[in-house]
């Protein structure tokens, strides 16, 4: 199939782009890469009545360390972060999420703001920056806010951008060097979406973890103090104390219906825990 017909803009700077999209009624949808919009216009599951292409806006390809978060534009590439072409504050988590994003062809193109802006809860940037504590700066005509990636997706291919604002930059938050990181997911075959994340930030020096289960039918699942799946506190012996049955209780009550489903979705936390612990 082809797209419905729709008008067409690149603008030259981000201060044009947003014109463009205050100025325009109707449905806009904004292009970086398009490696998801695209495959939705050509089956119409989207129809906007103009597309601005911000994949050629500098601005948006910036990147800098700041007050020990990294700073990364909307349109730095999966690739970029993968080949390590931008500094790393995470000590190589983010590098391994991205070389895991679908396949290499994808993640040339595909950019870190697109991915989520699109917010499918089965992206792996999803679920990974909320692990991470990561933020979004969020720009509009009137200014800029903050939202943690944790409340940015609020529901599946919904998120909390508003009228006329685009993801302008993530906030990466440096990594503790007493933090372990583990991130594991299911996939049917290699490339595919998720059908099952989990993620984990544990830092025993602090006694914290911060647990994210991703690719459910919503909004990723983020346990901010995830100590309860631990024994109720976190040690150098997280591994081992990690409570499956718990951790099912806790997709229970978290609106996971399917014994099933939540039985993958604790495997594949499990393998996180021990990526972590190893």
């Not at 720009?139 to 302008?168: C, K, N, Q, W």
């Amino acid at each position: 199939m082809k797209p419905a017909p729709f008008a067409y803009e690149r603008p030259a700077d981000l201060g044009a782009a947003l014109a463009a999209m205050a100025g325009t009624d109707g449905v806009i949808k904004i292009m970086a890469g398009g490696q998801s919009l695209g495959p939705m216009l050509n089956l119409r599951l989207v129809a906007p009545d103009l597309i601005v292409d911000i994949a050629g806006l500098a601005e948006l390809k910036h990147v800098e360390v700041s007050g020990g978060e990294l700073v990364i534009g909307a349109c730095v590439t999966h690739a970029d972060i993968e080949d390590g072409r931008i500094p790393d504050l995470t000590r190589g988590a983010m590098q391994r999420v991205a070389s895991a994003i679908a396949y290499r062809a994808v993640r040339n193109r595909g950019t870190i703001g697109g991915s989520l802006s699109h917010a499918d809860p089965s992206a792996d940037w999803v679920s990974a920056l909320a692990a991470l504590g990561a933020t979004l700066s969020l720009r509009s005509r009137t200014g800029t806010r903050r939202v943690a990636v944790a409340d940015f997706v609020i529901g599946a291919l919904e998120s909390a951008l508003r009228p006329g604002e685009i993801v302008e930059a993530v906030r990466v938050p440096a990594m503790a060097s007493s933090a372990r990181w583990g991130y594991a997911k299911s996939c049917r075959k290699p490339g595919e979406f998720a059908h099952a994340i989990g993620a984990v930030l544990i830092d025993v020096d602090a006694a914290t973890a911060r647990v994210v289960v991703g690719a459910v039918e919503a909004a990723p699942i983020v346990l901010a103090d995830g100590a309860e799946l631990f024994g109720g506190r976190i040690t150098a012996d997280f591994g081992r104390q990690f409570d499956a049955r718990v951790a099912d209780a806790f997709l229970a009550k978290a609106g996971l219906a399917n014994a099933t489903d939540r039985h993958i979705h604790v495997a594949v936390l499990r393998r996180a825990v021990a990526e972590a612990a190893a």
